[in-house]
């Protein structure tokens, strides 16, 4: 009971923190048709800044508001210098171009930060273990991040539903040319949209921070789990990616804690500790696969022009 | 008629370049080349088989590597089971890579543009996760073929220049099946798919089964480069599957021109001798390399191919 409570806590922190990195890939790839494969190397980037300021100035509550700018600031300096010339081009110039970024940005991590990884140690108050149920008790951290990425969620809704800005984002999603005519600066625009998404990633990956080491390379691995919830969700749709992001981390950290054990019950103990791991890495590309089959679009498919 | 063409005379001076090689190796004694060059061959012929389906075909896969890997694995696991027959391990790597491909392709050319795009990389990850997760050969750690191919003596694959030049031969084969494939109705028709799939299908042409026929033959050519890269290096790892190698096959087929028929070899002996040539100049030539595909992509259109054909227009 109780680990099945912990992983199931798991994975709900795991699917959020997906969706973070997922809603920031298909927000601009939604608005501005852009396919962005550095994105994570922005949540690396992310990471890595949280670990230096939270150094620096010995607060990780600080070094976490620095680390989001910087994000923020690099994600707008990249889209002002290279990005920007990509709009309207080709998917794989997008690709090959944003494949060039992330040899850039491991290459500059290595040389900033040196090839060793870092850590991100957390603050006391955020180690305690929170009484959740009676008799069960789970880490103050993971909580705290299942707290945050809701609550972005949430903003992200109101901001994208319901403010002026998000109306601008959904038109210009809609119609670029028309929201050009009317007026709107949608360089600006999009600007502010690519600084969004980055600072997004950015977020996710200081919170993974103090989880995992930052290391070199640890926005790939992350990435391609955010290609799989955007194609399991529809691109371009936040709902699809925060229902997506939720269910493929469910089964990611399930299939792991459980698969084991339950092939054990049919397989002999050599044969399903050989299996397990694979097919427990299997899992969620066979979902998607299966999502495929049923519906190629995705589940909740953003409506298409 | 053109009397003369510079791309033409680059490509066989290339070409010439290839099958001289071991000559200069020999004569130079410098043997560090002809393992170089090896290598570039056999991810030439990736990158060929690749541009197949993508500049042929319209079909961008984010996913090639993945028949680099099982290829590889392919010859690895039969070497580790005491099958050491070429002749039984060769056939078994393309049977493994048409299969995979045969399945990949299914589920994905039910979708189309990024879609594409991301859910072959999706599906090479997975083969990467599966082959981390094969304990019994090597895990992450990889598995070292101990023994290369052997082809009861036709060839020597220990031997640098015998596996060099079946390299090379393996990589003008796959060529030229390709130039007679795209000249072939089957291969106009694919090409036709890829400027205009609804027409095509309004003609009457069952668009997806081209399609994935002209998958299923890429993949396996790719998987025969696989064969090759595990004897040559001796050793097969998840790594070989990574995606930042299907990027990298990507990167040559652009770089080259893609739609050509040598744009992937010029792309690749570019690309890798560029590599090469950076990484003695400074530790850190990625750092060189990204921002260089980025001006590439925003400048080199049709890559080095599109850029000889300018010059000869003057």
Avoid at chain 1, 77 to 90: I, N, T, W
Avoid at chain 1, 166 to 185: C, H, P
Avoid at chain 1, 213 to 222: D, L, P, S
Avoid at chain 2, 248 to 258: E, H, N
Wanted: with cysteine; charged share 10%.
């Amino acid at each position: 009971m109780l680990l099945v409570v912990e992983q199931f806590l798991n994975g709900l922190q795991f699917g959020l923190l997906l969706f973070l990195l997922a809603a920031g890939l298909t927000l601009v790839f939604g608005i501005m048709d852009l396919v962005n494969l550095a994105h994570g190397s922005l949540y690396m980037m992310g990471a890595y800044f949280a670990a230096t300021f939270a150094a620096w100035t010995g607060s990780f509550l600080l070094g976490a508001l620095l680390a989001l700018g910087a994000t923020l600031v690099l994600g707008i300096v990249l889209e002002m210098s290279a990005l920007r010339h990509l709009y309207g081009r080709d998917h794989l110039d997008h690709v090959l171009a944003t494949f060039g970024l992330i040899l850039f940005f491991n290459e500059a991590v290595r040389l900033i930060w040196g090839p060793a990884g870092l850590a991100l140690p957390l603050p006391a108050w955020l180690t305690v273990p929170v009484p959740i149920l009676p008799g069960i008790h789970y880490p103050a951290y993971r909580l705290a991040i299942i707290v945050v990425a809701l609550l972005v969620a949430l903003l992200l809704y109101l901001g994208v539903m319901r403010t002026r800005v998000g109306m601008l984002i959904r038109a210009g999603a809609s119609n670029r040319e028309m929201i050009g005519a009317l007026g709107i600066n949608i360089k600006l625009l999009y600007t502010l949209v690519f600084g969004l998404g980055a600072a997004l990633a950015g977020l996710a990956g200081m919170m993974q921070a103090p989880i995992l080491t930052v290391q070199i390379g640890m926005g790939e691995n992350i990435l391609i789990l955010a290609f799989v919830i955007i194609v399991i969700g529809g691109i371009g749709s936040i709902r699809g990616a925060f229902l997506a992001a939720i269910f493929v981390g469910m089964i990611d950290t399930l299939g792991r804690a459980f698969l084991p054990n339950l092939l054990r019950q049919v397989l002999s103990g050599a044969a399903a500790s050989t299996a397990a791991p694979a097919l427990s890495s299997m899992l969620i590309y066979l979902l998607m696969a299966i999502v495929l089959v049923v519906r190629p679009e995705g589940l909740f498919p953003a409506h298409r022009r | 008629m053109k009397a003369f063409s510079v791309s033409k005379a680059v490509t066989a001076l290339m070409l010439a370049g290839l099958v001289l090689l071991p000559l200069y190796s020999y004569l130079s004694g410098n043997v560090f080349i002809l393992t170089l060059f090896t290598r570039i061959v056999i991810l030439a012929l990736a990158a060929a088989s690749l541009n197949l389906i993508m500049g042929f075909g319209g079909m961008m896969s984010f996913g090639h590597a993945a028949y680099l890997g099982i290829g590889g694995y392919a010859v690895g696991m039969l070497a580790q089971e005491g099958v050491g027959s070429g002749f039984i391990q060769f056939p078994v790597a393309l049977a493994a890579s048409a299969i995979y491909a045969l399945v990949i392709g299914a589920l994905s050319l039910r979708t189309r543009g990024v879609y594409f795009i991301m859910i072959t990389l999706a599906f090479a990850q997975m083969a990467y996760y599966v082959a981390s997760g094969l304990a019994r050969y090597g895990g992450d750690d990889g598995l070292t073929v101990y023994k290369r191919s052997d082809f009861s003596g036709l060839i020597n694959l220990s031997n640098r220049t015998q596996f060099y030049y079946l390299c090379l031969a393996c990589l003008f084969g796959v060529i030229f099946l390709i130039w007679r494939i795209v000249n072939s109705r089957f291969g106009l028709v694919v090409q036709g798919l890829r400027s205009n799939e609804q027409r095509m299908q309004a003609i009457g042409f069952p668009a997806k089964r081209y399609q994935l026929v002209c998958f299923v033959i890429s993949g396996t050519m790719c998987g025969l480069a696989g064969a090759l890269l595990a004897n040559n290096t001796d050793f097969v790892s998840p790594a070989v599957m990574y995606w930042t190698r299907s990027g990298d096959l990507m990167v040559m087929v652009i770089l080259g021109g893609m739609g050509t028929l040598f744009g992937p070899v010029i792309g690749a002996v570019v690309y890798l001798l560029l590599e090469e040539f950076l990484s003695q100049i400074t530790e850190y030539w990625a750092l060189i390399m990204g921002p260089l595909l980025l001006l590439i992509v925003l400048f080199g259109r049709g890559g080095i191919m599109g850029l000889l054909g300018r010059l000869n227009r003057g």
